[in-house]
């Protein structure tokens, strides 16, 4: 009866590790684009573009870089972005490169953002099995790979 417990402990010890938690551009989007950004526009405001900057810390809370926006945009806006709930990542700190804007006193939350992520290491990139040694080879110079 032993005998059957030992290949299933085996088994388990050799399981590999869970693979990384990424944001996906979409869900970051989601995101942005379900808060009410209007709460902060009041009526008769001038037309603008306002850069914004922030982190998306692992474990989903937001931390502040930047908004270019005069008072009291800047303010409401700035309280708006603290209080985005991303869900928790296993990147670093992601910085994200973003857009508001109003026009004719509408908040305009530009659909494209720019995330600075850190490059992937190759461990966590998928090679597949049939994959030549000078194809693996070129990839770890690609990746600048040192033992």
Same mark, same amino acid.
């Given at each position: 009866?032993? !005998?059957?417990? &030992? *290949?299933?402990?085996? +088994?388990?010890?050799?399981? *590999?590790?869970? @693979? *990384?938690?990424?944001?996906?551009? @979409?869900? &970051?989007?989601?995101?942005?684009?379900?808060?009410?950004?209007?709460?902060?526009? =009041? +009526?008769?405001?001038a037309d603008?573009t306002a850069?914004?900057? /922030?982190? &998306?810390?692992?474990? =989903?809370? %937001?931390?502040? &870089?930047?908004?270019? @926006?005069?008072?009291?945009?800047?303010?409401? !806006?700035?309280?708006?972005?603290? @209080?985005?709930?991303?869900?928790?990542?296993?990147?670093?700190?992601?910085?994200?490169?973003?857009?508001? =804007?109003?026009?004719?006193?509408?908040a305009i939350?530009?659909?494209? /953002?720019?995330?600075? #992520? #850190?490059?992937?290491?190759? $461990?966590?990139? $998928?090679?597949? *099995?049939?994959?030549?040694?000078?194809? %693996?080879?070129?990839?770890?110079?690609? /990746?600048?790979?040192?033992?």
């Open positions: 009866m032993i !005998w059957m417990l &030992i *290949p299933t402990a085996l +088994a388990q010890a050799v399981e *590999p590790p869970p @693979a *990384p938690r990424y944001l996906q551009d @979409a869900e &970051i989007h989601t995101v942005l684009l379900e808060t009410d950004w209007q709460q902060c526009v =009041g +009526a008769g405001m603008l850069p914004v900057s /922030f982190r &998306i810390m692992p474990s =989903g809370d %937001v931390e502040i &870089i930047t908004v270019g @926006a005069p008072d009291p945009l800047a303010p409401c !806006w700035s309280e708006l972005l603290s @209080a985005l709930r991303f869900r928790e990542h296993d990147e670093e700190p992601l910085v994200l490169l973003w857009t508001l =804007g109003i026009h004719d006193s509408v939350p530009y659909p494209a /953002f720019t995330a600075e #992520r #850190r490059q992937l290491h190759p $461990f966590y990139l $998928f090679i597949p *099995p049939d994959a030549s040694p000078e194809a %693996v080879k070129e990839l770890l110079e690609v /990746f600048e790979v040192t033992d």
